[in-house]
């Protein structure tokens, strides 16, 4: 149960998005209580991404709003709500290769505070910042790795700097589209350790878009599940898993929580 009198960080009302003849969101209204990590499941097709493209500005929406702590942000663009404190995990893909994991993360703590790609000056200006670079590697278990080029870092270890530097970013709200893409079974606990440690600080709200259920179910204080562009549930997990409608549509009817 939510607290009504708590503003939402993020709230949709009748979200739309139309291409075409298509309606891939259709009429979508929800809340993100602040400091919580709520899901966003569905079958392929189910307007997941469209919906995170929507909330961060990617796409402008046909009808219905956004608001951010409650003021409309409907009609601002991706870089006005990255300075509002969004921060998406595939916008920042573009590491730099030739530069050692700490340096990746320094670099976007100065962006932060607005020293920007500031090579010429001597990097022991900036012991206090690459201290804080470190901290955030030791959070996102990449501490053992700080010396190492990104280029020669695995997927799932690449994985792992991409969510660093989203963090030293400072966003106030994480939008991460399925983070364990492409890794193996073997570093997908990593993954999930490292987003329990977020969510367990309780000063940043994630949003997160996953099709791992396992995982979904043990971080989610809430699951909203989107069918043919439509809002069908939106509750904790053990209501949506207990919800026939739910089964039917994402989990092929009868699916039982392992």
């Known amino acids: 149960m939510t607290d009504d009198?708590?503003?939402?960080?993020?709230?949709?009302?009748?979200?739309?998005?139309?291409?075409?003849?298509?309606?891939?969101?259709?009429?979508?209204?929800?809340?993100?209580?602040?400091?919580?990590?709520?899901?966003?499941?569905?079958?392929?097709?189910?307007?997941?991404?469209?919906?995170?493209?929507?909330?961060?500005?990617?796409?402008?929406?046909?009808?219905?709003?956004?608001?951010?702590?409650?003021?409309?942000?409907?009609?601002?663009?991706?870089?006005?709500?990255?300075?509002?404190?969004?921060?998406?995990?595939?916008?920042?893909?573009?590491?730099?290769?030739?530069?050692?994991?700490?340096?990746?993360?320094?670099?976007?703590?100065?962006?932060?505070?607005?020293?920007?790609?500031?090579?010429?000056?001597?990097?022991?200006?900036?012991?206090?910042?690459?201290?804080?670079?470190?901290?955030?590697?030791?959070?996102?278990?990449?501490?053992?790795?700080?010396?190492?080029?990104?280029?020669?870092?695995?997927?799932?270890?690449q994985r792992k700097l991409e969510l660093a530097i989203l963090i030293a970013l400072e966003p106030e709200i994480l939008f991460l589209d399925e983070p364990t893409a492409g890794m193996s079974q073997e570093e997908v606990p990593a993954i999930l350790e490292i987003l329990e440690n977020i969510k367990s600080a309780r000063d940043r709200t994630i949003l997160l878009v996953e099709h791992k259920m396992d995982m979904i179910m043990t971080l989610s204080d809430s699951i909203a599940v989107l069918q043919d562009g439509r809002l069908i549930a939106d509750g904790d997990p053990e209501t949506i898993h207990q919800s026939r409608e739910v089964q039917e549509a994402y989990l092929g009817g009868g699916a039982r929580r392992e």
């Not at 961060?56 to 702590?69: C, D, E, H, I, N």
């Open 5 to 157: 009198s708590i503003t939402p960080i993020i709230e949709t009302r009748d979200l739309t998005i139309r291409f075409g003849g298509h309606i891939a969101v259709d009429h979508v209204s929800l809340q993100v209580q602040p400091f919580t990590l709520k899901s966003i499941i569905g079958p392929n097709g189910a307007g997941k991404t469209t919906f995170f493209n929507l909330l961060t500005g990617q796409y402008r929406a046909t009808g219905g709003a956004v608001f951010l702590k409650g003021r409309n942000i409907t009609r601002l663009g991706p870089a006005m709500r990255t300075r509002l404190g969004m921060g998406r995990s595939f916008q920042l893909t573009n590491i730099f290769p030739v530069l050692s994991v700490l340096e990746n993360v320094r670099i976007a703590i100065q962006s932060r505070e607005g020293f920007g790609l500031n090579f010429w000056r001597n990097y022991l200006h900036f012991s206090e910042t690459e201290d804080r670079a470190y901290a955030i590697l030791k959070n996102v278990l990449l501490d053992d790795k700080w010396a190492v080029a990104a280029s020669a870092l695995t997927h799932g270890e």
